[in-house]
């Protein structure tokens, strides 16, 4: 009967989780991001959103996606050091 340390389960763990990442569908993602499957199609074809395609099938990597969504956020500036915000 052979054993296996808990070091060798980590480390499979670990690559596993690397090598396999969470992989949305265009609904699970209408879901999370609120925009309509028709407009995530059309960032697909204009080469604007993350994606894979397996065969025919579209996928979306959930942590690209949301790293493409963080890069795109907006903050307001603040004005001059004295804690008002720019317009």
């Known amino acids: ?7 060798t389960i ?10 396999a990442p969470e992989l949305l ?4 993602l209408e879901a999370m991001l ?6 995530i199609y059309s960032y697909v074809q204009r080469g604007l959103i993350p994606y894979v395609k397996i065969q025919s099938n579209v996928r979306f990597p959930k942590e690209e996606i949301l ?5 795109r956020s907006h903050r307001p500036r ?8 720019r317009p």
């Open 1 to 7: 009967m052979a054993t296996t340390n808990l070091s």
């Open 10 to 19: 980590r480390k499979w763990d670990n690559q596993r989780s690397r090598a």
């Open 25 to 28: 569908t265009a609904r699970e």
């Open 34 to 39: 609120k925009i309509d499957v028709k407009t």
């Open 67 to 71: 790293s493409w969504v963080e890069e």
């Open 78 to 85: 603040l004005a001059g050091g004295n804690g008002s915000i």
